[in-house]
């Protein structure tokens, strides 16, 4: 059982950053692949980014690629999603996702099996 935790989120500024974290409050995340994800006001969950168990695989959506970065620390049992240049359109509730131990990396959320309670990013014009 893992239980996963999203903080960082806030209101900023067209072009501002921000860093998003998500840490297990049960559970061990260093042998999972974990994902961003968002849902914008409206419009369906979408994938951001995603990192494989041992860090050595990243993916991430046309829309955040160059401007959005993810990371992990296995011995703090986190992950990260670090936004700059953020736009207007980036405007979402943030959820942070695991896989099954040892899972590939994948694009679709329905293949992860835990979630987050998300964290609510707005970035004004």
């Known amino acids: 059982q893992v239980q996963l935790v999203e903080s960082g989120g806030g209101l900023v500024q067209a072009g501002d950053s921000l860093r998003l974290s998500c840490a297990a409050s049960e559970g061990t995340l260093s042998s999972r692949t974990m994902g961003w994800f968002r849902q914008g006001p409206g419009q369906e969950r979408e994938f951001v980014a995603a990192?494989?168990?041992?860090?050595?695989?990243?993916s991430y959506a046309d829309s955040v690629k160059g401007r959005f970065a993810i990371s992990r620390d296995n011995a703090k049992n986190a992950v990260y999603l670090q936004m700059n240049s953020l736009k207007p359109e980036d405007t979402a509730v943030y959820y942070c996702a695991a896989r099954r131990p040892l899972n590939r990396i994948t694009t679709d959320s329905g293949l992860y099996d835990y979630w987050g309670q998300g964290t609510q990013v707005t970035v004004s014009s």
């Open positions: 990192i494989k168990w041992n860090g050595g695989d990243t």
